[in-house]
T-cell receptor, first 109, second 111 residues
């Protein structure tokens, strides 16, 4: 099975940086995904890591350490529209995604 | 770019009724996944199809069934609806081994 942990809530100021950690214990690993989800809307793909290291996409970066079962999503230059839930998801070898409970990020002016 | 299409977007049913949710994947995507997301919960995997064959099954109740058709669209059939079935139902699509992209979801309310 999959056990995926991430903080429940985080608050940061507009323009700041926030790092959302995700730890996982899985029976198989075939990549880690980060999705952004606004309330009542669909999860939107942000980033994907399958090898160790940092993937950078504009203001968002994601890091993976497979040996440690650890990933983080880094959000830079926070904007009010970044207030959302951020879901860490681990993909199994059969391509099924298992999601963490999500981290609600609140950006304050 | 074309996205995943789901219909209907909102559905209200009464207990013990049936519901059919439809999903149209992104063109050339061969895999469809169904997820259920309750209030304040993370999406829970229900079932997936690859090339019109069921590829994996998650926590899908026996009252639910699904299939993928020759044009790759998929339908989730839900019978004997219960109050606890009220949730957001997402469909996602991908090509094999690639990222899953989610549709806008169907919000089902069972009264």
């Amino acid at each position: 099975g999959q056990n995926i942990d991430q903080p429940t809530e985080m608050t940061a100021t507009e323009g700041a940086i926030v790092q959302i950690n995700c730890t996982y214990q899985t029976s198989g690993f075939n990549g880690l995904f980060w999705y952004q989800q606004h309330a009542g809307e669909a999860p939107t793909f942000l980033s994907y890591n399958v090898l160790d290291g940092l993937e950078e996409k504009g203001r968002f970066s994601s890091f993976l350490s497979r040996s440690k079962g650890y990933s983080y999503l880094l959000l830079k230059e926070l904007q009010m529209k970044d207030s959302a839930s951020y879901l860490c998801a681990v993909r199994a070898p059969n391509y099924k995604l298992s999601f963490g409970a999500g981290t609600t990020v609140t950006v304050r002016a | 770019a074309a996205g995943v299409i789901q219909s209907p977007r909102h559905l209200i049913k009464e207990k013990r009724e049936t519901a059919t949710l439809k999903c149209y994947p992104i063109p050339r995507h061969d895999t469809v996944y169904w997820y259920q997301q309750g209030p304040g919960q993370d999406p829970q995997f229900l079932i997936s199809f690859y090339e019109k064959m069921q590829s994996d099954k998650g926590s899908i109740p026996d009252r639910f069934s699904a299939q993928q058709f020759s044009d790759y669209h998929s339908e989730l059939n839900m019978s004997s609806l219960e109050l606890g079935d009220s949730a957001l139902y997402f469909c996602a699509s991908s090509t094999t081994q690639e990222t899953q992209y989610f549709g806008p979801g169907t919000r089902l309310l069972v009264l």
